[in-house]
């Protein structure tokens, strides 16, 4: 037994490995892409590539990158705890769980919920309990913090039956993210989490917004599925459902609208040239006319959404900004919060363009009504602390 922890995260096809010690310090991490296809790689963060034979799958990969943290010596003997990320928990899991036959058996049951991870997240625990026959593993679900909703927000306005027979309801993703946004900002204003209330902005390539209410997860963009809400790289977010009907009457079946609403919408469609907000802005600002289009709708999109989570608060601690868009993207969160001034919201320029570096994260002017904050997400982190916490308690 040594006391290193493991977080492992399988995409569709993809696997990320993070090592950290006993204190939370990140010993390092890899990274395996495009599995189950030719041209399957994996390198680690220091930059080493591995081989992986073609065709190599989540199994075959986090052999290769286990006996790497093992010959490097960052690995010795057996983990303290392992975490694993799972998409999607249902309404069975409120928190983080150690994986037993029956959790398994809950986690697949939601599968049909979340078709394109459950099963590959399933792969990934029993591929790792192989290798670590021994040691507890913890299943932290991004569905789990949201578990809080009440009912006005996680209803749809559907025949009660749908959410009675097949679960359809709004769940809310990203929860691991949004609870290190509680957490980080809980520590930096030096207050309790069941005293916190913030409104949460993780924008990445997948986007969401979450309202959280003394400590609690109590509103949140995505619903049934990740694809409701925020403007995304190439997901749409929130469209009219009468458009399914529509396109159907123009010959696209239910699966092929899917796809175009999940891979091809969003900035990526709305630009026609990228998903990646860097170079649409790059693009923008060399005059490419539906670059700046498409940040403007994704920002216009991103302000109604902050004001509607500001429905389920009393109080706002902070308006926080996370994700590879929202950490980095000072020209979105000034499009965005130009919008808000109604609210109250004023930054502070010159802050906002250093993304808060010297600030603690503040980048709020000293008029504005309420404290914003840019504060990197570590959702890898999150995950080691709920395994050991877990497995500790
Ligand atoms: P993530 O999914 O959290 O890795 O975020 C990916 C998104 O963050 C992509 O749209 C990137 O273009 C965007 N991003 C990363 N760095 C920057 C930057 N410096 N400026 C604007 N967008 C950025």
Sequence with gaps: MNDTILVINCGSSSLKIA???????????????????SDAFARSDDNQHFHLKPGSAHREALGVLVSHFQSTGLLRGQPLAI???????????????????????????????APLHNPVNLLGIEATAELFPDVAQVAVFDTAFHQTLP????????????????????????????RYMLSETARLLDKPESEVSLVSAHLGNGCSITAIRDGAS????????????????????????????????????PAEAHRILNNESGLLGLSGQTNDMRTLSEMADHGHAPSALAIDVFCFRLARYIGAMMASLKTLDALVFTGGIGENSARVRATTLAQLELFGFRLDEELNRHHGAYTAGRIDASTSRHRIMVIPTNEELMIAREAVATTSG
């Excluded at 010690?21 to 990140?26: I, K, Y």
Aim: proline fraction near 4%; aromatic fraction near 10%.
């Design 19 to 37: 090592v950290f010690d006993a204190s939370f310090q990140r010993l390092g991490s890899a990274l395996a892409e495009r599995l189950g296809q």
């Design 83 to 113: 975490g694993h990320r799972v998409v999607h928990g249902g309404e069975a899991f409120r928190e983080a769980v150690v994986i037993n036959p029956q959790v398994l058996d809950t986690i697949a049951a939601c599968a049909s919920l």
């Design 151 to 178: 009912e006005k927000a996680f209803l749809y306005a559907l025949p009660t039956r749908f959410y009675r027979d097949w679960g359809i309801r709004r769940y809310g993703f990203h929860g691991t993210s949004h």
């Design 218 to 253: 109590v509103d949140t963009s995505m619903g049934l599925t990740p694809l409701e809400g925020l403007v995304m790289g190439t997901r749409s977010g929130d469209v009219d459902p009468g458009l399914f009907d529509f396109l159907a009457g123009k010959g696209l079946d």
